[in-house]
């Protein structure tokens, strides 16, 4: 699973894995504004950016085809949208959609597999995100796995039990969604219990301190001069 | 000195009127460990989850000397840990050391202690070397000694065990044995396995149909219910 293969990745020991993830989201977001309002000799650009970000996951020791394979994800959605942009007769917004969409995928990936998710998390918090919305997202993080073995069990009791995908493959799948769903909510009041056994008094304490170094604010300072060097060196090329 | 547990006439139905527990007395004294044997269904482990609030029932209930009220909740969470059924839900956190040290936050230590209570648990159970690792990657066993490390971190007087042993191999349940008969806590173990109740246990009580039908010692009650694989009931439990 994709998120079991990232949480690998994020227990790195490279120097971009220590950085503070304050650091890393404010580069983050510096690096996505430069690319959306970037609008001159873009496929030019693109690669410049998308060397940047190679040269990152290296330097990070993250598995470069894996995560431009993994960047790739958001590519049938945002396909969509440029092919309808080319057949409205615009081909210039149709690849400012594709490649824009596809090196912000990157760049995303490129935090979220240096930075483990406790730690990103934390960050999260520190810069505002509303804790409740991050609870979701670790509980989703941790169980996701769980509830796709269930799935998987299910699946493979249907077919052992002689089921195929034919007539009634909708409705047998909904059958399974549904007990799917029931056996989740299940799993989350037990959770939930074992929540209030440890004392649990309704918000999360956490081990992970931050601490925002000089060598972060330095890393800050790189990461967000660098794409926006790169955009004016390449627009006065144009 | 007052007795770890005093239970007196307890009884709980279920929210669809189905009675679950019909007038349950029970006690532990300090330093005992008692055995609930009974069928599946027979109220043990909705009994065990009134023990520390987390079912609420009609009768009494006291730990320690403190009745089970709201106001109490906090400090009889302290003094009972519960480890549940299924691992899985009780280990919800992203790595061992950050799960183990759920706890000891919520009971309010500063972080450096809760992560030293933390990494004392974890080499009490032999986890030491996986702190950093994620839950959903350990095995069976290993989930389960880290589910009780979770509560031993809180440096409870009793451990309250819903079978342990489920889910876990002949050599994983050899070694949480020894692990359990190591740990110097009063226990109460709901269990179907009449070889861990002899090794642990010094009493039994069994349930059926929601009340206690008989306690005494373990080998008494195992031969009188037939509660072994390899014995039948006697006349007097028919």
Redesign the interface.
């Known amino acids: 699973m994709h998120h079991v293969v990232l949480e690998r990745w994020s227990r790195g020991a490279s120097p971009l894995h220590r950085r503070d993830p304050r650091s890393k989201f404010a580069a983050l977001l510096v690096f996505l504004v430069v690319l959306a309002t970037a609008h001159r000799a873009l496929p030019l650009l693109a690669a410049a950016f998308l060397l940047l970000l190679a040269a990152t996951l290296l330097w990070a020791r993250v598995p470069l085809a894996g995560a431009l394979r993994r960047a790739a994800l958001v590519l049938p959605f945002t396909l969509l949208a440029g092919a309808v942009c080319w057949l409205g007769g615009d081909p210039a917004r149709a690849l400012s959609v594709v490649l824009k969409s596809y090196l912000s995928a990157l760049a995303v990936l490129t935090v979220v597999s240096t930075t483990p998710l406790p730690l990103l998390l934390r960050g999260l918090e520190l810069v505002g995100a509303p804790r409740f919305l991050l609870m979701v997202a670790q509980f989703l993080y941790r169980y996701l796995f769980v509830i796709s073995e269930e799935a998987q069990h299910m699946r493979s009791a249907a077919a052992s039990r002689g089921f195929a995908r034919r007539s009634g493959g909708f409705r047998a799948a909904a059958g399974a969604l549904a007990v799917l769903f029931a056996r989740s909510y299940a799993r989350a009041a037990e959770i939930h219990r074992a929540m209030l056994a440890r004392a649990f008094p309704g918000r999360f304490h956490t081990l992970g301190a931050l601490r925002f170094r000089a060598a972060d604010a330095a890393f800050l300072a790189l990461a967000a001069l660098a794409p926006a060097l790169i955009r004016a060196a390449i627009e006065r090329l144009a | 000195m007052p007795r770890l547990i005093e239970v007196r006439n307890l009884r709980f139905h279920y929210e669809d009127g189905t009675p679950a527990l019909r007038g349950v007395d029970f006690h532990l004294e300090a330093g005992e460990s008692v055995a609930l044997l009974g069928a599946n269904g027979s109220g043990k482990t909705t009994f065990v989850?009134h023990l520390?609030g987390?079912l609420s029932g009609e009768g009494s209930v006291e730990v320690c000397g403190l009745p089970l009220q709201k106001a109490n909740l906090?400090a009889i969470?302290?003094k009972?840990?519960?480890v549940?059924q299924?691992s899985?839900?009780?280990l919800?956190?992203?790595?061992v050391?950050?799960d183990v040290?759920?706890?000891p936050?919520?009971?309010g230590m500063t972080?450096q202690d809760?992560?030293s209570a933390a990494r004392a648990a974890l080499e009490t159970v032999s986890m030491a070397a996986a702190i950093?690792r994620?839950?959903?990657h350990l095995s069976a066993g290993e989930k389960k000694r880290v589910a009780i490390a979770?509560?031993l971190a809180?440096n409870p007087e009793i451990l309250v065990l819903d079978e342990p042993t489920t889910f876990l191999d002949p050599p994983g349940q050899r070694a949480l044995a020894e692990l359990l008969a190591r740990l110097p806590q009063a226990k109460v173990l709901v269990t179907h396995d009449a070889a861990l109740a002899r090794s642990l246990c010094t009493r039994a009580v069994f349930f059926q149909d929601g009340l206690i039908a008989a306690e005494g010692p373990v080998e008494e009650i195992v031969n009188r219910f037939g509660w072994d694989f390899a014995s039948e009931p006697s006349q007097s439990a028919r």
Do not use: C, V
């Open positions: 989850m520390n987390l906090p969470r302290r009972i840990g519960m549940f299924d899985e839900s009780q919800f956190m992203p790595t050391l950050e040290a759920f706890g936050l919520n009971l972080r809760a992560a950093h994620a839950p959903y979770g509560i809180m």
